[in-house]
C-alpha cells in the first residue's frame, strides 16, 4: 500500500519509510521516534497501523504505543483484528487504544458484532459498554439475543452502572425501557430476560412498575425470574414499596421453585415492616420449604405475638429447615415468651419440650416468677414418675438457665424428702443435676454426699475423693466453716459401715487437714462399736496409718 508522502517533512518521510525496513530493530527504533514526535498526519497513522499486520510482538508493541500517543484516529479497523490476539499485552494494549477513541469508533466496533469472531465481538462489547454513548448502547442492547455475547453484554454494562453518573445511568434506562416495548426484544423471552437485568443494574425506582408488568404469570419463567430480579436495586429506593413486596411474598410461595427463590433472594435486601405479619404468616403455609424457612426467618424481625404463635406452630412441626430459623426467630422475639409458655404448659413430646425449653432459655429476664414456679412443678412431676425422663430434664435445664437458685433450692428439697421416705436412689437422680455444684448450697453439698454414700459408695482409692461427684462434696466442705463431723455423726442414713469408708478414704491423704478428718471418723466409728468386726477394723487401721499406738 502507498501513501501521498509529498507533503511529509524529509525526516518524516525517512522515519515513514523505516517502518518497511528489513531489521526488526530499525522499524521498532522508527515506530518508537515517530510517537514521539507528534505527527498526526493521516499518512504518518495509515503507515503505523498498517504495520501491525506483522505477527510480531515487539513491533506491535512499539507500534500500538505510538498510536497511543499520536490519538490513533481513523486507524480502528487495522487495530481490530488485534483483539483477536492470543498475546495479553498486545489485546490488552490493542483494547485501550480503540476504548480511548469513544464515540469516533462506535460505528466501526458495532459493524463487527454480528460477523467478527467470538474473542473479538466480546472484546468489543467491553470497549462499546465502556463508551456508554447513545449509539454504543444501541449496538449494545442488540447483543442481549444473541447466546454467545449476551452475558457479556449484561455483565460489561452491570460493572459500568456501578460507578456511572446518575445522568448516565438515566440514558441507560431510557434506552432499556424503549427497547423492552419494541416486537425485536417483546418477541425473545432470553433478550427481553437479559434487557430486564440491565434495568435492575441501573437502580431506577421509576422504571419499578414497567418490571412489575412483568411479573404476571402468563409471562415466560425466564423473564419472570428476571423481573423479579431486576427489583433488587430500584426496590431498595422505593419510597411506597408495599404493594411491590406484598406481591414479591406472594411469589415466593409460588410453586416454581425458580420463581420462588428469585422471589426470596430479592426479599432479602428489603426491610420488612410490621405490617407484613400477615403476608408472612400465609407464607410460613406454602409448599416450598426454602420459602417456609425465609417466612419463618423474617417473622423473628416483626414483634407481633399473631407471628411468634405461628413461629411456635412451625418450631413443632416436622420440617428441619422452617423448624430452625423459627426456632431461631423465637429466641430473639421478646413477643414470644407467652406463645413459647403456653406452648410449653401443654406439650408432652420430649422432643416438642426440648425445642421450646431452649428457645425460653433465651428470654430467662422476661419470663415472671410465677412462671417459672410452673416450670420447676412440672419437671419435679415428670421426674417423679421417671427420674431420667427427658422432659423433665428439658424443664431443669431451663430452669437452670431462668433461675438457678430456684433450680437448687427445687432440686435439694424433693431430695431432702425422698431421702426421708428411704428413697435414697431415687434422691440421687435429683441431686445428679447439681453435681457440679451450680447454685449448690453447704447444705445441698452434704446432702448430696451423703446420698451417694448411703447408696454404697466403697471406693477407697484416694482419687475418688476428687473424681467422685459424692465424695468431692466432704472434699469441699472441710474446708469451709461446716460441722461436717458432727453432721455425719448424726445422720440416720449413714452406718458405722459407711463413715469407716468414707475415714478410710480420706485417712489416706497426703493433706493433714484430711487425714485428721478420716482419723476422727475412725476413732467415732471404733468408739460406738469397739468390739464388731468394723470398730477393730477402724482402729487397725488408725495403727496402720501411724495415728495411734
Known amino acids: 500500500m502507498g501513501f501521498p508522502l509529498a507533503p511529509m517533512n524529509p525526516v518524516v518521510k525517512r522515519l515513514v519509510g523505516l517502518l518497511k525496513d528489513g531489521r526488526l530493530e530499525r522499524r521498532c527504533a522508527a515506530a518508537m521516534v515517530l510517537g514521539e514526535l507528534g505527527f498526526r498526519d493521516a499518512p504518518v497513522l495509515l503507515a503505523l497501523a498498517d504495520s501491525l499486520k506483522e505477527d510480531n510482538r515487539v513491533l506491535?508493541?512499539?507500534?500500538?504505543?505510538?498510536?497511543?500517543?499520536?490519538?490513533?484516529?481513523?486507524?480502528?479497523?487495522?487495530?481490530?483484528?488485534?483483539?483477536?490476539?492470543?498475546?495479553?499485552?498486545?489485546?490488552?494494549?490493542?483494547?485501550?487504544?480503540?476504548?480511548?477513541?469513544?464515540?469516533?469508533?462506535?460505528?466501526?466496533?458495532?459493524?463487527?458484532?454480528?460477523?467478527?469472531?467470538?474473542?473479538?465481538?466480546?472484546?468489543?462489547?467491553?470497549?462499546?459498554?465502556?463508551?456508554?454513548?447513545?449509539?454504543?448502547?444501541?449496538?449494545?442492547?442488540?447483543?442481549?439475543?444473541?447466546?454467545?455475547?449476551?452475558?457479556?453484554?449484561?455483565?460489561?454494562?452491570?460493572?459500568?452502572?456501578?460507578?456511572?453518573a446518575e445522568r448516565e445511568r438515566a440514558v441507560v434506562a431510557r434506552k432499556i425501557v424503549a427497547a423492552t416495548r419494541k416486537r425485536p426484544l417483546r418477541g425473545d423471552a432470553f433478550a427481553l430476560a437479559n434487557a430486564l437485568r440491565l434495568l435492575g443494574y441501573v437502580g431506577d425506582a421509576d422504571t419499578v412498575p414497567l418490571i412489575v408488568g412483568f411479573l404476571q404469570g402468563r409471562q415466560p419463567i425466564a423473564v419472570r425470574v428476571a423481573a423479579v430480579a431486576a427489583l433488587r436495586r430500584p426496590l431498595t429506593t422505593l419510597k411506597r414499596s408495599d404493594a411491590v413486596v406484598q406481591r414479591l411474598l406472594e411469589l415466593a410461595g409460588e410453586p416454581d421453585a425458580h420463581v420462588s427463590r428469585a422471589a426470596i433472594d430479592t426479599l432479602r435486601g428489603v426491610e420488612l415492616p410490621d405490617r407484613m405479619a400477615g403476608p408472612l404468616i400465609r407464607l410460613c403455609d406454602s409448599q416450598g420449604a426454602e420459602a417456609r424457612a425465609f417466612a419463618a426467618e423474617r417473622l423473628g424481625t416483626l414483634e407481633s405475638e399473631l407471628a411468634a404463635k405461628r413461629l411456635v406452630e412451625v418450631m413443632l412441626s416436622g420440617e428441619p429447615m422452617a423448624r430452625d430459623a423459627a426456632s431461631r426467630s423465637l429466641a430473639r422475639l421478646r413477643s414470644a415468651v407467652g406463645p413459647l409458655l403456653a406452648a410449653l404448659a401443654k406439650a408432652e413430646q420430649p422432643a416438642a419440650v426440648r425445642a421450646l425449653a431452649t428457645a425460653l432459655a433465651g428470654h430467662s429476664s422476661r419470663v415472671p416468677p410465677g412462671q417459672r414456679r410452673k416450670v420447676a412443678d412440672r419437671a419435679v412431676r415428670f421426674m417423679d414418675k421417671d427420674p431420667s425422663d427427658p422432659r423433665g430434664l428439658a424443664l431443669m435445664d431451663l430452669l437452670g438457665a431462668l433461675d438457678p437458685k430456684l433450680k437448687a433450692s427445687t432440686l435439694i428439697d424433693r431430695a431432702v424428702r425422698l431421702k426421708r421416705s428411704s428413697r435414697l436412689a431415687e434422691a440421687g437422680s435429683f441431686l445428679?443435676?447439681?453435681?457440679?455444684?451450680?447454685?449448690?448450697?453447704?447444705?445441698?453439698?452434704?446432702?448430696?454426699?451423703?446420698?451417694?454414700?448411703?447408696?454404697?459408695?466403697?471406693?477407697?482409692?484416694?482419687a475418688s475423693r476428687t473424681a467422685d461427684p459424692y465424695?468431692?462434696?466432704?472434699?469441699?466442705?472441710?474446708?469451709?466453716?461446716?460441722?461436717?463431723?458432727?453432721?455425719?455423726?448424726?445422720?440416720?442414713?449413714?452406718?458405722?459401715?459407711?463413715?469407716?469408708?468414707?475415714?478410710?478414704?480420706?485417712?489416706?491423704?497426703?493433706?493433714?487437714?484430711?487425714?485428721?478428718?478420716?482419723?476422727?471418723?475412725?476413732?467415732?466409728?471404733?468408739?460406738?462399736?469397739?468390739?464388731?468386726?468394723?470398730?477393730?477394723?477402724?482402729?487397725?487401721?488408725?495403727?496402720?496409718?501411724?495415728?495411734?499406738?
Not at 136 to 157: G, I, K, Q, Y
Request: proline share 3%; glycine share 6%.
Open 471 to 549: 465424695l468431692s462434696q466432704f472434699t469441699t466442705l472441710l474446708e469451709k466453716d461446716f460441722p461436717l463431723l458432727a453432721r455425719l455423726r448424726k445422720d440416720p442414713s449413714l452406718t458405722p459401715e459407711h463413715l469407716f469408708y468414707l475415714g478410710f478414704n480420706f485417712v489416706e491423704s497426703a493433706q493433714d487437714d484430711q487425714k485428721e478428718f478420716g482419723a476422727d471418723l475412725l476413732r467415732a466409728v471404733a468408739a460406738k462399736s469397739p468390739g464388731s468386726k468394723i470398730g477393730k477394723s477402724a482402729k487397725n487401721k488408725l495403727r496402720l496409718a501411724g495415728l495411734e499406738s
Open 432 to 462: 445428679r443435676l447439681l453435681a457440679r455444684g451450680d447454685g449448690l448450697s453447704d447444705e445441698g453439698r452434704f446432702l448430696l454426699g451423703v446420698v451417694g454414700l448411703a447408696q454404697g459408695a466403697k471406693d477407697l482409692a484416694r
Open 60 to 164: 506491535r508493541l512499539y507500534i500500538l504505543e505510538s498510536l497511543e500517543n499520536l490519538g490513533a484516529a481513523g486507524v480502528a479497523e487495522r487495530v481490530l483484528p488485534l483483539l483477536d490476539a492470543v498475546d495479553e499485552e498486545v489485546h490488552r494494549r490493542a483494547q485501550g487504544l480503540l476504548e480511548r477513541q469513544g464515540n469516533r469508533v462506535s460505528s466501526a466496533l458495532a459493524r463487527q458484532l454480528s460477523s467478527a469472531p467470538l474473542a473479538r465481538r466480546r472484546a468489543i462489547v467491553s470497549i462499546l459498554a465502556r463508551n456508554r454513548t447513545a449509539e454504543s448502547l444501541s449496538a449494545l442492547l442488540a447483543t442481549l439475543r444473541d447466546p454467545d455475547v449476551a452475558e457479556h453484554t449484561v455483565s460489561s454494562l452491570r460493572a459500568e452502572m456501578d460507578h456511572a
